[in-house]
């Protein structure tokens, strides 16, 4: 699939307040500086949609674009920050999992991972939380230029055994960089079948 056209429409904190949900959705999670903003600037080549920075802690809200006039893509703020008060942790974790758990036209979220990161817990607790909700996703190793092919292998080797501690099958797995733009096919070619199988309207 090609985005031809991609368009910012709202931030929200809210998910309730967020665009008519009669499109199907596709959202973006992961921890806070995984490359989620620049991965959607990547997939629809527009340097600047969504807002990246190097400080972790970016994106603080519920961000919507309409893609195609067609379907949603959604980033979201990271999850983990460890900066910020606890309180507004807090907040950010009750507005991302109503969001997840509530947004009736979510097809699928895409969970990010740093390639360069062994499993760790955050993530793990964060999609056994998913698989107990039923909330269908897959995920996306970023950041993969920054590993040399064959170390960036083994480091995916092992992160699948350890998920595979968790489960019994693994989700569906992309590879992406934002810097050599890498993934993007596969990613977007994924959520085309999907919207051929899924109409939430
Ligand atoms: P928050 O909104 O803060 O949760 O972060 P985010 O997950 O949206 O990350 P963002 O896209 O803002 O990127 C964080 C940093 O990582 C920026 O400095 C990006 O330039 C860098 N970055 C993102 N993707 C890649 C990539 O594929 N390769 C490399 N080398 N750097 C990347
Ligand atoms: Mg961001």
Known sequence: MEIIKSKFLTSNTDYRKCPEPNLNEYAFIGRSNVGKSSLINMLTNNKSIAKISSTPGKTQTINHFIIN????????????????????????????????????????????????????????????????????????????????????????DQYKKSLLEYWETLPPIFVSSAVKKTGKKEILDYIGDLNKKINVN
């Open 69 to 156: 006039n067609n379907w949603y893509l959604v980033d979201l703020p990271g999850y983990g920050y460890a900066k910020c008060s606890k309180k507004l942790r807090a907040s950010f974790k009750q507005m991302i999992e109503q969001y997840i758990l509530k947004r009736q036209n979510l097809v699928n979220l895409f969970v990010l991972i740093d390639s360069r990161h062994d499993a760790q817990n955050i993530d793990i607790e964060f999609m056994n939380w998913l698989g107990n909700k039923n909330i269908p996703f897959g995920i996306i190793f970023t950041k993969s230029d920054k590993l040399g092919v064959n170390v960036l292998d083994n480091k995916l």
